[in-house]
Structure formats: structure tokens, C-alpha cells
């Protein structure tokens, strides 16, 4: 049988006991800028409007603005990897 790997949630939505990181798919991303405006801590855009993240782990108090703009991607190119 198949096993999900279990999700380390704690009670403020963010992950306890595993690093949560940022990454921005280049090729489904479409420039428009929503997830800089949701997690300005941790995107900034570039000359031409795409993301630049850090690839350091989420701090645990963004993790939760970070799955937040990871849902509100027009094109899903926002993704969150949990380690």
C-alpha cells in the first residue's frame, strides 16, 4: 500500500517540525503578480512582473500567507514543498 507522507500542521496553520519552501513554476507562471501582493516578505517581482523567491525555508509565521498565495495563483504556478 501507498503512504502519504504525514503533514506536520501545528496549531496555527503553520508546519511544525518540517521546513516549508516557495517555489515558482517559470513556465506556468503568467506574471501576474498576485503573490507578491498576498506575501510581499518573501516575493518580489522582477522588471517584467514575474516572482523571484528565496529558496530558503518559509519562516513559520509565513507559511500560512504562503499557502494562501500558493491557492490564489490564477495559473497554480505557486507551489509549497514541504521537506
Avoid: F, M
Avoid at 528565496?54 to 505557486?78: E, I
Amino acid at each position: 500500500p501507498l503512504r502519504r507522507r504525514a503533514r506536520c500542521v501545528g496549531a496555527s496553520g503553520a508546519e511544525a517540525g518540517c521546513s516549508v519552501r516557495l517555489r515558482v513554476n517559470p513556465i506556468e507562471c503568467a506574471a501576474h503578480g498576485l503573490c507578491a501582493e498576498l506575501l510581499p516578505e518573501w516575493v518580489s517581482l522582477d522588471e517584467w512582473g514575474y516572482p523571484a523567491v528565496d529558496d530558503q525555508p518559509l519562516p513559520a509565521q509565513l507559511v500560512k500567507d504562503a499557502k494562501r498565495a500558493a491557492a490564489a495563483c490564477p495559473t497554480l504556478a505557486l507551489k509549497l514543498l514541504h521537506d
